[in-house]
């Protein structure tokens, strides 16, 4: 089969590839292009991990075509600490999406997390201060099978609070302080371990 050469800016760089017409998105960009942040779920576009930011919108790299791609500017989770917004939290590199994974815990496995980061990140540049409904909305196209998606959600709300000058709130993980007064005063505390779950350690039946 005849070979196509195509030209896609990668993470600031362009970049120029021979690919075969029918050469999926996602495999030129793990393959050809060796950024293996971005990864292959199912092939049928229903869990985004494979999401990518082209030209302004979150894509699952999955349903199109290398051809397709020809003459894009593409983000990939390698690069979101090369934006102009990295480093506008508490840490001096990382994107403020991924200082949220980061400090509330928004990952397991991981294995969703790079497509999770990067739809979050198509989210936050349209609306900068979205409502929880709204942040779940566009997250729907993500599937984790870890988390129960409680802390993916409070890791795009962290972000929101840094790009809106508000003060995020600290790390259940790193401050695990502030759980145990909560279990001492025998009040509902989230337990940290991702899972979502609501942990009530007052009642009478612990």
């Known amino acids: 089969m005849s070979k196509k050469d195509i030209t896609i800016t990668v993470n600031g760089t362009e970049r120029e590839l021979r690919v075969e017409p029918r050469r999926l998105l996602v495999h030129a960009i793990r393959e050809d292009l060796d950024l293996t942040g971005t990864h292959i779920g199912c092939d049928t576009g229903n869990c985004g991990a494979c999401t990518v930011y082209k030209d302004g919108e979150a894509v699952k790299s999955c349903l199109m075509f290398a051809v397709q791609a020809d003459g894009s500017d593409m983000t ?3 690069g ?3 934006l102009p917004e990295a480093g506008m939290g508490r840490s001096d590199d990382l ?3 991924q200082e949220g994974f980061h400090q ?3 990952l397991q496995c991981g ?3 790079p497509g999770m980061i990067m739809a979050g990140k198509a989210l936050l540049d349209k ?4 409502t929880e409904a709204e942040i779940r909305e566009n997250i729907s196209g993500n599937l984790c099978r870890c988390t129960g998606y409680q ?3 409070k890791s795009i709300q962290y972000a929101a609070d840094v790009f809106n000058d508000r003060e995020p709130p600290e790390s259940p993980v790193e401050h695990p302080g502030d759980q145990e007064a909560a279990a001492d ?3 509902e505390f989230e337990c940290g371990a991702g899972c979502g779950c609501d942990v009530d350690v007052g009642g009478d039946d612990r």
């Not at 609306?127 to 979205?130: S, V």
Request: net charge negative.
């Open 80 to 82: 979101m600490d090369k």
């Open 95 to 97: 994107h403020p999406i």
């Open 127 to 130: 609306n900068a201060d979205p």
């Open 151 to 153: 802390n993916i959600v």
């Open 76 to 78: 990939t989770v390698e």
């Open 111 to 113: 294995y969703c997390t």
């Open 185 to 187: 005063g025998g009040v």
């Open 104 to 106: 509330m815990h928004g």
